[in-house]
Antibody
Framework: QVQLVESGGGLVKPGGSLRLSCAAS????????MSWIRQAPGKGLEWVSY????????NYADSVKGRFTISRDNAKNSLYLQMNSLRAEDTAVYYC????????????WGQGTLVTVSS | QSVLTQPPSASGTPGQRVTISCSGS????????VNWYQQLPGTAPKLLIY???QRPSGVPDRFSGSKSGTSASLAISGLQSEDEADYYC??????????FGGGTKLTVL
């Protein structure tokens, strides 16, 4: 069965860095686009970034452009999000999600990992 | 505020039909397909409707989606207590970004 398991969240000071990981299993990881989506406490969903199946294409929300970097290692079935220059407004649960058709349809989500940016 | 506009709340009694609207623009809903997600309390979102009106396997046919112009809607018929959740519409925006609605909290009275 398809599984996505995020890790790497935690408490970090403003201006700090964090690297999130998402371990995928149960499907051919290299066939799918993947995205990171976040949800601030008590708020709605916000798309963060996507990466194409071969890493050829990436894209970012304006709110994280220049600070976050998405990457993947298809040999390790893993997705990553390097987050630099973190701000308080980056505090959220971060989900990785599989795009079923490269059409921005997220059919599987991980359980999420909480990132808290606070001094 | 969110690029896609949803009512913050909706409610209905068991057995009723409820609809949730999602309003966008020509660069998102007007030119791309709409997806809907259900988020039960304390859990990750779940894909409920894709490509405007398609249901993934396992989603009951009580859930249906439609799109017209720059708006979309989710309908839930035969409302059940387990349908109490947050519902989000989503679409790709031609300005190279993904956009979600602000979410609608559905209460089953």
């Amino acid at each position: 069965q398809v599984q996505l398991v995020e890790s790497g969240g935690g408490l970090v000071k403003p201006g700090g860095s964090l690297r999130l990981s998402c371990a995928a299993s149960g499907f051919t990881f290299s066939d799918y686009y993947m995205s990171w989506i976040r949800q601030a406490p008590g708020k709605g969903l916000e798309w963060v970034s996507y990466i194409s199946s071969s890493s050829l294409y990436t894209n970012y929300a304006d709110s994280v452009k220049g600070r976050f970097t998405i990457s993947r290692d298809n040999a390790k079935n893993s997705l990553y999000l390097q987050m630099n220059s973190l701000r308080a407004e980056d505090t959220a649960v971060y989900y990785c999600a599989r795009d079923r058709s490269s059409g921005w349809e997220f059919d599987y989500w991980g359980q999420g990992t909480l990132v808290t940016v606070s001094s | 505020q969110s690029v896609l506009t949803q009512p913050p709340s909706a409610s209905g009694t068991p057995g009723q039909r409820v609809t949730i609207s999602c309003s966008g623009s020509s660069s998102n809903i007007g030119s791309n397909t709409v997806n809907w997600y259900q988020q039960l309390p304390g859990t990750a979102p779940k894909l409920l409707i894709y490509s405007n009106n398609q249901r993934p396997s396992g989603v009951p046919d009580r859930f249906s989606g439609s799109k017209s112009g720059t708006s979309a809607s989710l309908a839930i018929s035969g409302l059940q207590s387990e349908d109490e959740a947050d519902y989000y519409c989503a679409a790709w925006d031609d300005r190279l970004r993904g956009v979600f609605g602000g979410g609608t909290k559905l209460t089953v009275l």
